[in-house]
């Protein structure tokens, strides 16, 4: 990370033999970062999706933006991040960035020019 603080939580891949004991209550859009092909890997004891990330770190630049359900200008707005929130990257698009404040959510969609991912300060 060329000596950059990484203000991201640190999350280890489970190394225990995971299994899910059952059916698990499906979350709210926007709550936990949770989509079926991708979850945060705090998620990976609790929760199945094909794949799961291990989030970076970056913060939301000088303007607040709107956290939205789904990477669309007309989605709906599920919440504000507001300038310098630190986020958690756990996908990136060419135009949209899936993101979250912790495992626990909210998660959701804001704009790639919207995040400074440097993780400088």
Do not use: F
Not at 18 to 40: E, F
Not at 88 to 107: A, F, K, Q, R
């Amino acid at each position: 990370m060329n000596g950059a603080t990484s203000h991201t939580n640190t999350y280890r891949v489970p190394t225990h033999k995971l299994g899910l004991n059952g059916p698990v209550a499906k979350p709210a859009p926007g709550t936990l970062p949770l989509r079926g092909d991708l979850a945060h890997i705090a998620l990976a004891g609790t929760h199945l999706a094909a794949h799961y990330a291990i989030p970076t770190s970056g913060k939301i630049k000088d303007e607040a933006t709107a956290l939205r359900a789904l990477p669309r200008d007309d989605a709906e707005i599920t919440g504000s991040l507001e300038p310098g929130a630190r986020i958690e990257v756990l996908d990136i698009g060419s135009s949209w960035i899936w993101c979250c404040l912790g495992p626990e959510g909210p998660s959701g969609y804001v704009h790639v020019e919207c995040v400074d991912l440097s993780n400088e300060d």
